[in-house]
């Protein structure tokens, strides 16, 4: 089976950068996502990582460590509208289309 | 481009009735995913379609919960008999082909069972 951890809850400053970390166990495994999800809202896709290394759009950042089964988003410049659930999620069986999602990661942004 | 449509978005209904949602996929899009998700269990995978075939129903929880896609452009879910532990929201997603393209996630169906 899959399994995954990271944390909670986290907390930061608007302007600050946050880093959300993620650790897996699976396996036939295909790659890492990042989903953000405002309340009430709907997941939507923010990052994929298929092969080690860092992955850059605009203010986030996806890191994946495939020998550590490990990954963390990294979001720079934070915005009060980052503030939302943010949820990594492993892909395996079906050629990769399996996503199995870890609990989340509350992102509050202060001022 | 309209996204995955879902509907309705929300549903309260009594212990026992059937439930029926329902799911309109991007076109052209040929993955079809049903996901709950609840506070305790978070987000889970119930099945998920490849061109209108069902590939991996592991995640239905009982005989209770059925899924069809009878064509490309339509999906439902249904719950006979519904429980009040069925409550939760309901996401329908779809995605292009296979690998590192992403779901496309529906507004979701808030259930809601008395």
């Known amino acids: 089976g899959q399994s995954l951890e990271q944390p909670s809850e986290v907390t930061a400053v608007e302007g600050a950068i946050v880093q959300i970390n993620c650790t897996y166990q699976?396996?036939?495994?295909?790659?890492l996502s990042w989903y953000q999800q405002h309340d009430g809202g709907a997941p939507t896709f923010l990052s994929y990582?298929?092969?080690?290394g860092l992955e850059e759009t605009g203010r986030f950042s996806s890191f994946l460590s495939r020998s550590d089964s490990y990954g963390y988003l990294l979001l720079q410049e934070l915005q009060m509208k980052d503030s939302a659930s943010y949820f990594c999620a492993v892909s395996s069986g079906g050629g990769g289309n399996k996503l199995t999602f870890g609990t989340g990661t509350q992102l509050k942004v202060e001022l | 481009d309209a996204g995955v449509i879902q509907s309705p978005r929300h549903e309260v209904t009594e212990m026992g009735q059937e439930v029926t949602l329902r799911c309109k996929p991007i076109?052209?899009?040929?993955?079809l995913f049903w996901y709950r998700q609840t506070m305790m269990r978070g987000l889970e995978l119930l099945i998920y379609f490849n061109n209108n075939v069902p590939i991996d129903d592991s995640g239905m929880p009982e005989d209770r919960f059925s899924a069809k896609m009878p064509n490309a452009s339509f999906s439902t879910l249904k719950i006979q008999p519904s429980e009040p532990r069925d409550s939760a929201v309901y996401f329908c997603a779809t995605k292009r082909g296979v690998g590192r393209q992403p779901q496309h996630f529906g507004d979701g169906t808030r259930l809601s069972i008395l």
């Open positions: 076109s052209g899009h040929d993955y």
């Open positions: 699976t396996s036939g495994f295909y790659g």
């Open positions: 990582n298929a092969l080690d």
